[in-house]
């Protein structure tokens, strides 16, 4: 494990997204490693090609909302965090109260891989699960994203089985039960 490994992570924190950080998303939409995790279309050059990430920022609300990580200040990632059930869109369908859905980015091809994504979402589990209503969170990598299942896997992850979404993404759904969590922590 080199220093940077070993020392980064402690210093990731997770504040909410604001305004004024739609640039910054809109910069991170032109990412590769973005665009392969949101589409499986080879030529496909942005990835949230139908966010306007001024309205979706400025529309946070309990039900949906996003998160930025920094690290020493510096911001290096982002998240969604919905409640499936009651969200306005009904991305996830017909899905039982209690639960949350996650969503992880990593900006910067230079904080890939370095533990940063770990953090966030140890983080972000710990901030679902401190609502006593939620007992699962739920996540939706594409099914072709094989290191995002590995990633997600380790950290407590189970796949529960493919699913389109808005009829063209096929993803494969993980769940990570309130119970498996506290076991972990
Ligand atoms: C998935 C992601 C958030 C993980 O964060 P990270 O800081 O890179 O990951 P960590 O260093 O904590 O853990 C490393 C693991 O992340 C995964 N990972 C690394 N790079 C990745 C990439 N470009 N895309 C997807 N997963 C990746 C792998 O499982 C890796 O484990 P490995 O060493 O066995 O290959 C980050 O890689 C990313 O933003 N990827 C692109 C977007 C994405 O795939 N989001 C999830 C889709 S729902």
Do not use: K
């Not at 290096?76 to 017909?94: K, N």
């Not at 796949?159 to 076991?183: K, M, Y």
Request: hydrophobic share 40%; charged share 25%; with cysteine.
């Amino acid at each position: 494990m080199t220093l940077s490994r070993s020392l980064s992570p402690e210093s990731l924190r997770l504040r909410p997204a604001t305004p004024a950080d739609a640039g910054l998303l809109r910069r991170w939409d032109e990412e590769p490693h973005v665009i392969r995790a949101v589409t499986d279309d080879p030529g496909a050059s942005t990835a949230f090609v139908d966010a306007d990430w001024d309205e979706e920022l400025a529309d946070a609300s309990a039900v949906s909302f996003y998160l930025i990580a920094e690290v020493d200040g510096r911001p290096i990632g982002a998240m969604q965090v919905i409640d499936p059930h009651l969200e306005p869109t009904g991305y996830w369908g017909d899905i039982e109260p209690g639960l949350r859905a996650l969503d992880i980015w990593i900006g910067p091809t230079d904080a890939l891989g370095r533990g940063f994504g770990t953090q966030m979402m140890q983080q972000a589990l710990d901030l679902c699960f401190a609502d006593p209503a939620v007992h699962a969170v739920v996540i939706d990598p594409l099914n072709s994203n094989a290191d995002a299942h590995r990633f997600y896997q380790r950290l407590g992850f189970a796949p529960v089985g493919r699913r389109l979404f808005n009829d063209e993404d096929d993803c494969l759904v993980h769940r990570i039960a309130r119970s498996d969590w506290e076991a972990r922590r």
